[in-house]
């Protein structure tokens, strides 16, 4: 297929691992920031052929592994609603809640849809004026800006059945949370593509150089990934701490400065909940006072509806990299992919979920010889 | 009994991020799906209810005996929306379902039985076209629909149509291949290009349109079968077509019932509009429903007997091997990725879900 399958050249991508096995004089520890990229490098085994070059730790960059449980808690409340149709992204509908999932809501008589673009919802709130509708608004900068102009959308066309529920989350803060910590391990970061995308790397210059740490803007295809690596790698070796771009074809400096005008048009940064993290302050967009009257948690009252997450769950250490999932207590007893307690383990990219697959494949081949 | 399809879901299937599998008060979509919420409402509602050996074989059908010889019996019950898609109808897919699933058997399929919910207000145009297609497909693939039933329900009751076929098939000489019978070294062969059918319906559903247009597999298996027993016999060990759930479910199960590993080395066949379509939704053709495609596990030496006899017919051309029976990891699938690198393919819970990121 043009523009990926030439991002995907077996040839070019063994080159590509020999040159960052022979760069590396001893093992790093990176991050690659995003959900993407995470779902690249397990479906393509990218973190077994690195060897001892490199160590990956999968970042937070989920938004559907990190939308914290009380949110999902808030929607599943609305999808209960028979005056409600809950619009979402098509993978929240499974994201377990504190008693269950929108997909079990919509069993039960609740008018869960799936929609591809949050405009659908908007369309979907103009054709039933007797119903409200809500879009789960989550993800990173990235879907920021649709859902961004969803709303704008709505208040310009008076539609005033449409709400959205935001679980947005912004990437820098996240890493300033994982780079202050006293026990990081991560020497390098491959930033999100898409991210930057819109957002540009400005931001995270600063980042560089207080942390002292490489970030490289990577893309999503293995050519892509293996070349961010490389290029982190080759950065420590020097020990340079730049933010280098990668991902050429699709980011630029600067970023998209028209999508981010109609986000900080819509949007303000708030404190956000990240599941398994905690809270982290100014690492969440909310909706500014004037969109008040489109935003679900006002309109509906849910700021009474709180959830605890599970006590026996580490997730934060696992997505900070302190913690290997198998040294958790609860990894494959108390928490397996069938009864998730944290994120990692819901995911089926999440660290938690990957090793607990890979090391049902290693059991096995014991058992078998 | 066989898996019996729900094509209304099983266009909706892709690698998804959450996975939860919980015990559930209310029947999910998922439970539909073909895949692990399938198999828990077997095994938890079903199988404890009607067990007995023929249906504890979990085939695609059931050999029962019948005055000293065996016949097959195969059941499926056929929801698809909209009706109509490029490359077929829910006629197409009621005859075919059941003669394939006789077909995997080992079956060469004789007679059908159709039932019929029909919805007040359907066009009768519509439905004439299903049973055209029904009565066409029936003649092309050898078989008499023998007996048949219809109810009528309120408007809003049922989406348009949907069928139930029976079928019952005749088994000649030895063949008897079934999923328990993959051993070590057995080669693993699919009979044509993946996912064709999952997104055709996905795209009519969503309104997406692409560069081509995608049509359904739709399609006979049985005279692939039939050119199987005829050039390799006995090495033929187990046969399954990829519907709902797709490549991926077809060989977790055989996996899982032969006690064998198995390992995907190199590329499965994925046409380009179908990749096209999955990459842009987030879905991951391994899971996508097939109608017109069977995976085959043969014994090693009977490999290229086995690919030319299925790539003698049209809808068997581009056969090829994808892979291969490991000794090493009973009961799962795991690919060799293009690097080098390993990746298990499990059972998706339930329905594939776009993903955001």
Redesign the interface.
């Known amino acids: 297929m043009k523009y990926l399958s030439e991002y995907r050249d077996p040839d070019m991508a063994r080159a590509l691992v020999d040159r960052i096995r022979r760069s590396a004089t001893r093992r790093w520890t990176l991050m690659e920031v995003c959900g993407g990229q995470t779902h690249t490098i397990v479906k393509q085994g990218i973190h077994e052929v690195l060897g001892e070059a490199v160590e990956m730790i999968h970042g937070p960059g989920c938004p559907v592994c990190v939308t914290p449980l009380e949110q999902i808690d808030r929607a599943l409340h609305l999808a209960a609603r028979p005056d409600v149709i809950f619009t979402s992204f098509g993978d929240m509908l499974r994201v377990p809640g504190s008693e269950c999932d929108l997909l079990a809501i919509k069993a039960r008589g609740g008018n869960v849809r799936v929609v591809y673009s949050p405009l659908d919802a908007v369309e979907i709130a103009r054709k039933n004026p007797d119903k409200e509708v809500v879009f789960f608004a989550v993800g990173f900068e990235t879907t920021a800006p649709a859902n961004a102009m969803a709303v704008w959308r709505a208040r310009e066309l008076g539609v005033e059945n449409f709400s959205v529920l935001v679980s947005h989350v912004t990437v820098p803060p996240a890493m300033v949370a994982i780079l202050e910590d006293p026990e990081n391990r991560v020497q390098g970061f491959l930033a999100a593509g898409h991210v930057c995308t819109i957002m540009g790397w400005e931001e995270y210059e600063p980042l560089a150089e207080r942390y002292r740490v490489p970030i490289v803007v990577t893309g999503f295809e293995p050519l892509d990934i293996l070349e961010g690596i490389w290029m982190a790698i080759r950065q420590l070796e020097d020990g340079r701490h730049e933010v280098e771009n990668q991902y050429v074809r699709s980011v630029r400096r600067e970023g998209n400065r028209s999508a981010q005008k109609l986000v900080t048009t819509v949007f303000e940064l708030v404190d956000r909940g990240w599941r398994g993290i905690g809270t982290i302050p100014g690492s969440g967009l909310g909706l500014r006072s004037e969109f008040a009257p489109y935003d679900a948690e006002r309109k509906f009252g849910l700021e009474g509806i709180r959830a605890e997450e599970s006590r026996d769950c580490h997730a934060g250490e696992v997505l900070k990299g302190q913690l290997k999932p198998y040294e958790c207590p609860a990894f494959g007893g108390l928490c397996t992919p069938e009864r998730p307690l944290g994120a990692p383990m819901v995911s089926s990219e999440g660290a938690c979920a990957a090793y607990y697959n890979f090391g049902r494949m290693k059991a096995g081949t014991v058992t078998a010889s | 009994m066989s898996a019996t399809s729900t094509l209304r879901s099983s266009a ?1 299937q892709g ?8 015990d ?1 008060a ?5 439970h539909g799906s073909g895949g ?1 919420l399938s198999a828990q409402l077997l095994r938890d509602r079903f199988l404890p209810r009607f067990g007995n050996r023929y249906l504890e074989a979990l085939g695609d059908g059931a050999r029962v005996p019948v005055e000293g010889t065996e016949i097959v019996v195969s059941t499926d019950t056929f929801v698809v929306s909209p009706l109509e898609f490029p490359g077929g109808n829910i006629g197409h897919l009621a005859v075919h379902g059941t003669v394939n699933d006789l077909a995997m058997m080992g079956a060469v399929p004789r007679y059908l039985s159709a039932g019929f919910v029909l919805e007040e207000g359907l066009d009768m145009a519509v439905l004439d076209r299903v049973l055209d297609a029904m009565a066409e497909t029936a003649a092309a693939c050898g078989v008499e629909i023998v007996t048949g039933d219809t109810k009528v329900v309120d408007r809003g009751k049922a989406d348009g149509l949907y069928v139930n076929t029976t079928g019952v098939g005749f088994l000649s000489e030895a063949f008897r291949p079934s999923p328990d019978l993959a051993r070590p070294g057995d080669s693993i062969l699919v009979s044509g290009p993946l996912g064709r059918h999952g997104m055709a319906i996905m795209a009519v559903r ?1 309104g997406l349109s692409f560069d081509a247009d995608i049509e359904s597999d739709t399609a006979s298996l049985s005279p692939l079968v039939t050119s199987l027993r005829e050039s390799v016999g006995e090495g033929v060990r187990c046969l399954r077509d990829a519907t709902r759930g797709g490549l991926a479910s077809a060989l977790n199960e055989i996996a899982s019932a032969s006690g064998v ?1 198995v390992e995907l080395a190199g590329s499965v066949p994925v046409p ?1 509009p179908v ?2 379509a999955c ?1 842009m ?2 879905l991951d053709p391994l899971y996508v429903a097939n109608e017109g495609v069977m995976v085959a596990f043969v014994a090693p030496e009977a490999e290229a007997r086995a690919l030319a006899a299925m790539r003698a017919h049209p809808v068997g051309e581009h056969a090829t091997k994808v892979g291969r029976v490991v ?6 699938v ?1 690919l ?9 393919v ?1 059972m998706l ?2 329905d594939q ?5």
């Open positions: 909706l690698v998804a991020c959450p996975t939860p599998v919980v559930h209310k029947v999910l979509l998922g692990k969503e590993g380009p990749e096209a990459e939704l987030g000794p090493e990891h009973p009961g799962m795991v060799r990725t293009a690097l080098g690198g390993t990746r298990v499990d819970p339930g879900l776009p993903r955001i990121c």
